[in-house]
T-cell receptor, first 112, second 111 residues
Framework: KAGVTQTPRYLIKTRGQQVTLSCSPI?????VSWYQQTPGQGLQFLFE???????NKGNFPGRFSGRQFSNSRSEMNVSTLELGDSALYLC???????????FGEGSRLTVL | EDQVTQSPEALRLQEGESSSLNCSYT??????LFWYRQDPGKGPEFLFT???AGEEKEKERLKATLTKKESFLHITAPKPEDSATYLC????????????FGQGTTLQVKP
C-alpha cells in the first residue's frame, strides 16, 4: 500500500512569491491534514479537510490556504511568502476523525 | 488553552540503559493521546494511541502509559536504532482529527 506522497520535496522561494504544495493521501483515506514544523514552534496544525470540506483551521494568517479534491488529493498554498514561512510542511492522511495520522515525508520550503 | 509539554528536551542513553519520557497535557476533554516517532528528514510515524487513564500499550522495547494529566513512554534496554525524536500529541473531544503536539524529546542511544 503506497504511503502519503508529497511534492515537491524541496523548494526555494523568495519573499513575496507564492507556493503550492501537493499531497496524495493513502488510498481510501478521506481525511487530509497539514502541519507546519519548525525548530522553534514544533508541529503546528494548519488545516484539515474531509470530503473536499475544510473542517478545521489553525491559527495561521489568511495567506495560508488549502483545498481538497474529489479524489482526496490536497493542495496548500502560501501567498506573499515571508522569511518566517521557511519550514517543513507535512501532510497527513487518516480514516476520518482519528488521530492515527499517516504522514508524508514533507515539503521543505526555504524562503530567501 | 489545550497544551502539551514534553520533557526532557533531549536524552542521551547508553545501549541497554532504560529510561522514561514524559508528556504532560491540558486539554478540554481528551479524546486520545498519541505517541509518534520521527527520524531526521522523515515525517512522524505513529506508535500508540491511549484513550483513558490507566491504559497501557506496548511495542517491542516501548511501553506507553496514561494518567489524567500525563503520559510516559518507557524505553526498556534501548538500542541505537531507537534513536529518534519522540512526539506526544493530544486530540480534544469533538468532530476533528486535529492534533496538538508537544515539542518532542530527542533520544540518542549510544552503543
Amino acid at each position: 500500500k503506497a504511503g502519503v506522497t508529497q511534492t515537491p520535496r524541496y523548494l526555494i522561494k523568495t519573499r513575496g512569491q507564492q507556493v503550492t504544495l501537493s499531497c496524495s493521501p493513502i488510498s481510501g483515506h478521506r481525511s487530509v491534514s497539514w502541519y507546519q514544523q519548525t525548530p522553534g514552534q514544533g508541529l503546528q496544525f494548519l488545516f484539515e479537510y474531509f470530503s473536499e470540506t475544510q473542517r478545521n483551521k489553525g491559527n495561521f494568517p489568511g495567506r495560508f490556504s488549502g483545498r481538497q479534491f474529489s479524489n482526496s488529493r490536497s493542495e496548500m498554498n502560501v501567498s506573499t511568502l515571508e522569511l518566517g514561512d521557511s519550514a517543513l510542511y507535512l501532510c497527513a492522511s487518516s480514516v476520518e476523525y482519528t488521530g492515527e495520522l499517516f504522514f508524508g515525508e514533507g515539503s521543505r520550503l526555504t524562503v530567501l | 488553552e489545550d497544551q502539551v509539554t514534553q520533557s526532557p528536551e533531549a536524552l542521551r542513553l547508553q545501549e541497554g540503559e532504560s529510561s522514561s519520557l514524559n508528556c504532560s497535557y491540558t486539554v478540554s476533554g481528551l479524546r486520545g493521546l498519541f505517541w509518534y516517532r520521527q527520524d531526521p528528514g522523515k515525517g512522524p510515524e505513529f506508535l500508540f494511541t491511549l484513550y483513558s487513564a490507566g491504559e497501557e500499550k506496548e511495542k517491542e522495547r516501548l511501553k506507553a502509559t496514561l494518567t489524567k494529566k500525563e503520559s510516559f513512554l518507557h524505553i526498556t534496554a534501548p538500542k541505537p536504532e531507537d534513536s529518534a525524536t519522540y512526539l506526544c500529541a493530544v486530540q480534544a473531544a469533538g468532530n476533528t482529527g486535529k492534533l496538538i503536539f508537544g515539542q518532542g524529546t530527542t533520544l540518542q542511544v549510544k552503543p
